[in-house]
């Protein structure tokens, strides 16, 4: 009969599965003078370092507008030409300049302000001497005799300077509807006894001649109910006829 030999000194333990075996490299590592894996190209170069968050891109400095700066102080100061123009220019000039463009604006709207407050005051002190044709009272001197139909104002004047007409009488027509274009002139034939109580002379002098203001139909619906009398004096005296 044979006899085994004896078993020799146990060996190291196995690995676990799935561990490489001793001397060998472990998975995903490279081995000697291999690049390592997932890494086949050198790493890129470093990014250049950042722009001061506190820097901001260059932009142009604005230009003063002058154009529109003159403009707006003539205009505040009631230079209308002068403002007006230099705040076109001024408008004109603001996309150019980067500025102005608001001041340009109110130059024009001042200017153009001053011109329409300057035309209301013209007109009001040309038509200062001029009244409702209702308006007028005895002794009342006219600048002029209307020559309208229909006539709404009349200038008066001092009797001192030449003047064409003088108010003697005012009759006042009794209410209710309108009588009638008839009716109304037939008050012509009162102003003549009128006359001559204001004026007894008048009635002997060839220059003074009568005209007569009636209501028409659309002002007595307004209340106008005066018949004026008037004595025209050709040609323009000084001075009063009363007398």
């Not at 170069?45 to 260059?58: A, I, K, S, V």
């Not at 705040?87 to 024009?108: C, D, F, H, P, T």
């Not at 009716?183 to 220059?207: G, I, K, N, T, W």
Request: aromatic share 10%; glycine share 12%.
């Amino acid at each position: 009969m044979t006899v085994p030999p004896p078993p020799g000194p146990p060996g190291p333990p196995e690995p676990p599965y799935g561990q490489p075996q001793w001397g060998q490299p472990q998975y995903g590592q490279p081995g000697p003078g291999q690049p390592a894996y997932g890494h086949p190209y050198p790493p890129p170069p470093p990014l250049p370092y950042p722009d001061d968050p506190g820097q901001h891109p260059y932009t142009p400095a604005r230009r003063t507008n002058w154009w529109a700066v003159v403009g707006l102080i003539f205009g505040a100061i009631g230079g209308v030409v002068v403002g007006f123009v230099c705040g076109v220019v001024g408008l004109i000039k603001a996309k150019e300049y980067g500025s102005g463009r608001n001041m340009a604006l109110g130059a024009i709207v001042l200017s153009a302000l001053w011109t329409v407050g300057l035309l209301i005051f013209v007109v009001a002190v040309v038509n200062s001497d001029r009244v409702t044709a209702t308006d007028v009272e005895v002794g009342d001197c006219l600048a002029e005799i209307p020559d309208g139909e229909r006539v709404l104002t009349v200038k008066t004047i001092s009797c001192d300077e030449p003047h064409a007409g003088e108010v003697f009488a005012v009759l006042t027509m009794p209410g209710g509807d309108f009588p009638g274009q008839e009716v109304v002139e037939a008050y012509h034939e009162r102003c003549s006894p009128e006359l001559v109580s204001y004026s007894p002379q008048s009635m002997f002098d060839d220059s003074v001649q009568l005209y007569v203001l009636y209501p028409t139909r659309e002002t007595w619906d307004n209340g106008d109910r005066a018949v004026t009398c008037i004595a025209t004096l050709d040609p323009p005296r000084t001075g009063s006829i009363r007398g």
